[in-house]
């Protein structure tokens, strides 16, 4: 099943950061390191890798963009000392947001940057309730913050409608709201949201109070594409310019970064051919919405 993958951008860490990751949270693997040249950010470092046995990217491009709370990711436990021992790994040279403590959501909770600045929500859940170890949280603020309910039915349409769709479902659920007297969150706003897409499943809150951040290409989203038609569905149905982007990445009109990535382009990355892969490399810097038929000419060396 092809499966959306988070995008982790850092400026020279990434596999260090996959190594320590990996290291750190059971069933997780790095499953290649790979570099590709001549880019606008130099030599890259690119590591495809597992938590939990989720699959996560990782590239060390420069510091363009950083790490902020606006995508955090759910490391769901099942005892207070997995929570406790989890917290205490990922926190160390990092800056705790939320202390560990037993909050009305959950009975032990804490909510940390790591060392690099990547926020994780370490939470203790019943065990009926983990459907998925490490689950991707959005955080909708300033000029989005109020529009989360609204952002994740149009995700679930948009995968739902999707060629890829027989591959999982998608759908959308508020499960709690912000009542009266929780200044500066607006009565009905959304405390918390679970969407799903193509069977994997995503967070969401709005959150109204002052955040000096918002979101970025620091972390994107990959969707698997293996046709021309599904790159031009998810271009067109979540690009807020269709115009835009570059090299597979567009913003939606919320500010959340997604790669619309065909699958055969790791093919076409990887293998010992140096020269086959710097055609490619090139071939795909040029583009803003991927070209199949293009990417295989160079592939190809026409």
Known sequence: MRKITPHLWFDKEAREAAELYTSLIPNSKIASVRTIHDTPSGDCDIVSFELAGKPFMAISAGPLFKFNPSVSFHLKCKTKDEVDVSFEKLSKGGKVLMPLDSYRFSERFGWLEDRYGLSWQVILVDEGQMKQRITP?????????????????????????????????????????????????????????SFTLLGQEFGAMDSA?????????????????????????????????????????????????WQITPTILNEMLGGADAART???????????????????RAYEGK
Not at 160 to 178: H, I, K
Not at 278 to 296: P, S
Request: glycine share 8%.
């Open 137 to 193: 949280v959005l955080m909708f603020v300033g000029s989005v913050c109020g529009k989360t309910e609204e952002a994740i039915h149009f995700y679930a349409e948009v995968f739902e409608d999707s060629a890829a769709s027989e591959e999982g479902s998608s759908s959308a659920n508020v499960l709690a709201r912000y009542g009266k007297g929780e200044e500066p969150d607006r009565e009905g706003t959304v405390r918390y949201a």
């Open 209 to 257: 109070r002052e955040h000096k951040f918002a979101f970025s290409e620091a972390i994107s989203f990959i969707v698997p594409c293996e046709t021309q038609n599904e790159i031009d569905y998810f271009w067109e149905r979540l690009a807020a310019d269709p115009k835009g982007g570059q090299c597979g990445w567009l913003k939606d009109k919320y500010g959340v970064s």
């Open 278 to 296: 710097a055609r490619v490399t090139q071939a795909f810097l040029k583009m803003k919405k991927f070209d199949i038929e293009g990417l295989k």
